[in-house]
């Protein structure tokens, strides 16, 4: 078997539609390509010699992971990520192999979490295709790699065609979704700004009624392609923040979605709106019937969604005007014009000191 045969059949064997698949392969040839061995090589040695594996590992995560930086979160996912490819490979040889312990798992950053005024300018910021992406995120709760997985039968169910194109027969708008780990279905929701972006999205790219039901709304290649480009966008509307352990990334929309719902419907609505598996378990008996997707119970949590959506869009209901886009940008101009001129100015008063201390010598 060759060695791209090794890697592909156990990234097969991970879970789908989610980052996995991504993030595992690329720490397994990180580890690999430090310890100068193939992934067929690494197999290979774990089989006869487990204690200089767990050497090796043991040397990768202080002599690369830690002196590069990387967060303890990251350390435990990247072994975890080569703990599953010998796993698979070696079953129960791999239990031989004593992997790094007692990894502190600590935030090395804290995400910035925007305003309803700023989701606003970010999506107004950004191109149809990457805004009605990012929607998603910030307004249904989605996972950025969950929405590129998207599909027309996802939304299709509350859809008409009408003279103007593809329109919501509901608001909010119901989507049907996968939880990534139970593969249960569970539901979220689209509020009336989400909605407007959808419609416009759908209508540019001609999808209609008779749209194949398998048929992506998306087509980008891969998560990281959303977040660069979010990043540039952000970059020029959201000032740049003091604290330097504060950033803002794609998740940023997904836990403004998070702080708005629990704000309003309580952390286990938040939780499930989300997908995540937590949520789901703890729903009070008014939502029985979700997990089966009980109409009644839909209806129900579509009419709690809907209390939210002065705060997901703003009191305003969303609409930012360009001017104020622009004045947000001007302003964002103008402070760091200010620091360069204060940083000239200290400058300008050190030459002066010394001057002056010259001419006192004399």
Known sequence: MSETETVTRWVNNLRPNTGTRQIYPKYLNIFCRWAALTPDELLELARKDPAETSRRL????TGYCEKRGLSGKTIQISLTGIKSFLRYW??????QIDFPKWIRVTKKYF???PSARQVNMLLNRAPLKLQTVLQFVAYAGMRPIDVLNLEWWNIREEMVETEEGLKASKIPLKIVLRQAKTNDVYVTFLPPKGVNILETYLSAKKFTMNTDNNTRLFKYAHSEVICNLFQRIAADVIPKQSN?????RTYSLRKFFRFSASRKLGESIAEYLMGHTQGALSLGPVYNGLKDLYPPAI????QDYATMIPILQGSDEGIISEELIENEKRIHELENQ???YEKGMDAVNKKLARLETLFNMR
Do not use: G
């Not at 070696?90 to 239990?95: G, H, P």
């Not at 330097?244 to 803002?248: Q, S, T, W, Y």
């Not at 209806?299 to 579509?302: N, S, T």
């Open 299 to 302: 209806e129900q949590l579509r």
């Open 244 to 248: 330097p352990m504060k950033r803002i």
């Open 90 to 95: 070696l079953r129960k040889d791999v239990f």
């Open 338 to 340: 200010l620091a360069k």
């Open 58 to 61: 043991d040397d990768w995560r």
């Open 111 to 113: 995400d910035f979490i």
